[in-house]
């Protein structure tokens, strides 16, 4: 993985943030989606790489996703369950993104985003109210995800969501300029360019 395409929070490589919302994020956290899956473009290879995408995206709070690490510690293999259902989720969402998805597909997208949403309870204070996790656990940082997807999907007016078309790319990203083709113009664009051009020059 290039470092175009990647930071290091506390320690963990994630991809860069380029897509412009948390549930697209998630979709991000796969390198390559035109080819078949390799371990060498998964970026959710812990517990903590999800949780800290939940954070870094905006999903959750720093505080709230620190105890969701300390509860990961203490239950490893339920935290590794929220990794391969992670991994499962992300793969149906990005088939809905890009209208590919069955509806299986879309039906356990719908299901998962549903009992995340059970999981929440109103916290009124003041004038103000937040939806929170009502009991903190293993789960918050990927139900945090599902509840951002739920609603983009259900947002009738946001941006397109666009794939972008670079070479073993296609990750995904709100198109809020309506002119933007990919998600890094320094890096896909001018790797399409310089393809071009080649083509030219041998043609």
């Known amino acids: 993985m290039s470092a175009s395409w990647w930071v290091e929070v506390d320690g963990v490589v994630l991809p860069k943030q380029l897509a412009g919302h948390p549930a697209l994020e998630l979709c991000n956290t796969r ?11 998964e970026y959710l290879r812990s517990y903590d790489a999800l949780a800290l995408v939940a954070q870094t995206s905006g999903a959750l709070p720093e505080d709230v996703v620190n105890d969701a690490r300390a509860a990961g510690l203490h239950r490893p293999a339920a935290a590794a369950r929220e990794v391969d259902r992670a991994r499962a989720i992300r793969a149906d969402l990005y088939a809905i993104w890009t209208g590919s998805a069955s509806k299986t597909a879309r039906g ?8 995340a949403r059970a999981r929440q309870r109103l916290v009124i204070d003041g004038d103000s109210a937040t939806w929170e996790f009502g009991t903190p656990g293993v789960a918050d940082p990927l139900d945090a995800l599902l509840v951002a997807s739920g609603e983009l999907l259900a947002d009738s007016g946001r941006a397109p969501v666009v794939a972008c078309p670079g ?5 995904l990203f709100l198109n809020t300029s309506r002119r933007r083709r ?22």
């Open 167 to 171: 070479i073993d790319c296609g990750w």
């Open 182 to 203: 990919w998600c890094q113009m320094a890096v896909c664009g001018n790797r399409a360019k310089q393809a071009a051009f080649s083509r030219r020059a041998h043609s």
């Open 31 to 41: 390198a390559g989606w035109r080819s078949a899956p390799d371990p060498r473009g």
């Open 108 to 115: 356990r997208v719908a299901s998962g985003i549903a009992a």
